[in-house]
C-alpha cells in the first residue's frame, strides 16, 4: 500500500524550497547574508523542521546556501555570465597589454561610486559590520610585509561595499573588473602599499568611504569614492612611468658599459 504522507513528502520540500528562494529575494539577501535559524524559518515559513530540513538539504545541493554550525548563510552565486560576457574575452587582451587596466579604471570610477551611494542608503546590520571588519583587515596588514595581501584586502574592502549596495548585478560586474584588474596591474597596485605616504593617503580614503556610508551620507559617500578611485588610478599610473623610467636608464648604463669595453677579440 502507498504511504500518502510519503508520496506527498518530495513536493513538500519543493514547495518549502520555493518559499526560501522567495524570502531571499524579499528580503534583498546577498551573499554572505545568514538566513533565520532553523526553529525561527520552520515558523515563519509554517511548516514542519523535517520539511525544512529536507528543502534545505536541496538548497544546499544546488550550492544556492551553505549550511554551518553556526546557521545556514546565503553561498556566492555562480558568476558565469560576468566571467563570460566579460572577464573571458577581456583576459587575453589584458594580460597582454597592462595599459587595459586604465580603461577598468575608468569604469570602476563610476561604478564604485555607484555602490558607495547605495550602500549608503541600503546597507543593513550586517552589511555595515562586514566593512568594518573589511576596512579593520587592511590596516591590521599594514606593516607585515605581505604587500599582494593587502592589495586582496583592499579589493575585499570595495566588494563589501558593492555587495552592500543590495544590488546583486553590479556586486557580480565589480567582482568581476577586480579580477581583470589584479592581472593587468596587480605588481603596480601592490607597490602603492610598499609607500608609506601613500598608504597613510589609502588608509585616510577608505576610512572616510566607511564613514560617509556608515553614516547614510550617500552624497559623500559617493564623492569619498569618486576622490579615491582619482587617487588611485593617478597613484598607479605614476609607479608604471617611474618604474618604465628606471627601466629605461638600466638599459642606457649597459649600453654604456657595453660601449666602454669595446669590441672583444
Known amino acids: 500500500m502507498r504511504d500518502p504522507v510519503a508520496s506527498d513528502a518530495p513536493r513538500v520540500s519543493q514547495r518549502v524550497e520555493v518559499a526560501i528562494e522567495a524570502l531571499i529575494a524579499r528580503r534583498r539577501l546577498l551573499p554572505g547574508a545568514r538566513l533565520p535559524s532553523?526553529?525561527?524559518?520552520?515558523?515563519?515559513?509554517?511548516?514542519?523542521?523535517?520539511?525544512?530540513?529536507?528543502?534545505?538539504?536541496?538548497?544546499?545541493?544546488?550550492?544556492?546556501?551553505?549550511?554551518?554550525?553556526?546557521?545556514?548563510?546565503?553561498?556566492?552565486?555562480?558568476?558565469?555570465?560576468?566571467?563570460?560576457?566579460?572577464?573571458?574575452?577581456?583576459?587575453?587582451?589584458?594580460?597582454?597589454?597592462?595599459?587595459?587596466?586604465?580603461?577598468?579604471?575608468?569604469?570602476?570610477?563610476?561604478?564604485?561610486?555607484?555602490?558607495?551611494?547605495?550602500?549608503?542608503?541600503?546597507?543593513?546590520?550586517?552589511?555595515?559590520?562586514?566593512?568594518?571588519?573589511?576596512?579593520?583587515?587592511?590596516?591590521?596588514?599594514?606593516?607585515?610585509?605581505?604587500?599582494?595581501?593587502?592589495?586582496?584586502?583592499?579589493?575585499?574592502?570595495?566588494?563589501?561595499?558593492?555587495?552592500?549596495?543590495?544590488?546583486?548585478?553590479?556586486a557580480q560586474v565589480m567582482s568581476s573588473l577586480f579580477g581583470l584588474l589584479h592581472t593587468s596591474i596587480s605588481r603596480s597596485r601592490e607597490k602603492l602599499y610598499a609607500l608609506p605616504q601613500t598608504f597613510e593617503a589609502l588608509s585616510s580614503q577608505h576610512r572616510l568611504m566607511m564613514e560617509r556610508i556608515l553614516a547614510g551620507d550617500a552624497d559623500g559617500a559617493r564623492l569619498a569614492a569618486d576622490v579615491h578611485l582619482l587617487f588611485v588610478r593617478t597613484s598607479v599610473r605614476r609607479v608604471e612611468e617611474d618604474t618604465a623610467r628606471q627601466e629605461r636608464a638600466n638599459a642606457a648604463q649597459r649600453r654604456a658599459a657595453g660601449q666602454d669595453q669595446g669590441p672583444t677579440r
Open 38 to 170: 532553523e526553529r525561527a524559518l520552520a515558523q515563519e515559513l509554517k511548516v514542519s523542521r523535517t520539511s525544512l530540513r529536507e528543502a534545505v538539504g536541496r538548497l544546499a545541493a544546488r550550492g544556492r546556501i551553505t549550511v554551518r554550525r553556526t546557521g545556514i548563510v546565503l553561498a556566492e552565486p555562480p558568476a558565469q555570465w560576468t566571467e563570460q560576457t566579460i572577464a573571458a574575452p577581456l583576459a587575453p587582451l589584458v594580460a597582454a597589454d597592462p595599459g587595459y587596466g586604465h580603461d577598468i579604471f575608468e569604469v570602476r570610477e563610476s561604478l564604485d561610486g555607484t555602490a558607495a551611494y547605495h550602500a549608503a542608503r541600503r546597507a543593513d546590520g550586517a552589511d555595515r559590520d562586514r566593512i568594518r571588519r573589511r576596512f579593520d583587515a587592511m590596516e591590521r596588514l599594514h606593516g607585515v610585509g605581505d604587500v599582494a595581501a593587502e592589495a586582496h584586502a583592499d579589493a575585499a574592502f570595495h566588494l563589501a561595499i558593492a555587495h552592500a549596495s543590495h544590488n546583486a548585478v553590479l
